[in-house]
């Protein structure tokens, strides 16, 4: 028994080592605002179609979390992508998936759109 406790551990290690190692990087809306009109940078909204409608940040994609499954391998992987929503929540649920699948060039604005309209940032509608 001892000996398939044994394998059984050294398959496990060797399964989360071969797994795709990503990561990303929580930043502000300040931060967010600093990376506007930069051409290397790719800014995704994961909000809903109405929601990205009603005020957007200029320069963002629409790419709803809900069809993320459609969307990831299309994201580039040489460039920063910055990922946002409404307060945060679905970003974070966006770049979680991504870091899973690899991606370590993410990062999560913290607090969406609620703490981008706090800091008095512009919005297209």
């Not at 005020?55 to 910055?82: C, F, R």
Request: charge should be positive; include cysteine; charged fraction near 20%.
């Amino acid at each position: 028994m001892r000996k398939w406790t044994v394998l059984l551990a050294v398959l496990v290690v060797a399964m989360v080592a071969c797994s795709p190692k990503g990561s990303y990087t929580n930043v502000t809306a300040d931060d967010l605002y600093a990376q506007l009109g930069k051409p290397d940078v790719m800014i995704v909204d994961v909000r809903t179609p109405a929601e990205y409608a009603e005020g957007h940040i200029a320069g963002a994609v629409n790419l709803p979390l809900q069809t993320i499954e459609s969307w990831y391998k299309d994201l580039p992987k040489d460039k920063p992508v910055y990922l946002y929503c409404r307060s945060g929540n679905r970003s974070q649920q966006a770049a979680e998936f991504l870091k899973k699948k690899g991606f370590s060039n993410i990062y999560n604005e913290q607090g969406g759109i609620i703490a981008w309209t706090q800091r008095n940032y512009p919005l297209v509608r």
